[in-house]
């Protein structure tokens, strides 16, 4: 979401600053993943805010964050690393609200309920997203992997 590993860094540290500070707080603790996802959400919507800044589309990689291991095979790697980043891309294209039902489920591993608990929606909502997401990333990689 925000293409910034420092600043994810920063954004993560004051989440579970906030998370210890409230610990004492927390009555439910099969929530502590849902309260997690929702302060992140918020701390990124925070820091949107006072910054006025928009979503780098434009990705630029480090060649020193690469890391080889020699038991990988590269060109799977590869060819994953790829696709990443074209569900990435095309996740960009579309609204904020769809890509981040995609996310939350596909790379948060949450469940419909706490994803409707995280975005404040209702759960057929959520699927309903979820579902057109998905139709349309099929649409554009298929596309994309044909040509």
Known sequence: MLNDKMLCEDIIQNV???????LERM???????VWLFTTTRNEIYSFYRTKKTHVDQFK???????????SVKLDEEFELKEMNELIITELDKMTYDQSEVFLLKEYGNLSYKEIAEVMSIDVGLVKSRLFKVRQK???????????
């Open 60 to 70: 630029v990689a480090d060649s020193d964050e690469i890391e080889i291991n020699a």
């Open 16 to 22: 579970f600053v906030k998370f210890f500070e409230n």
């Open 27 to 33: 009555r439910n603790n099969e929530r502590v993943e």
């Open 137 to 147: 990333l099929i649409n554009k990689l298929s596309k994309i992997v044909e040509a």
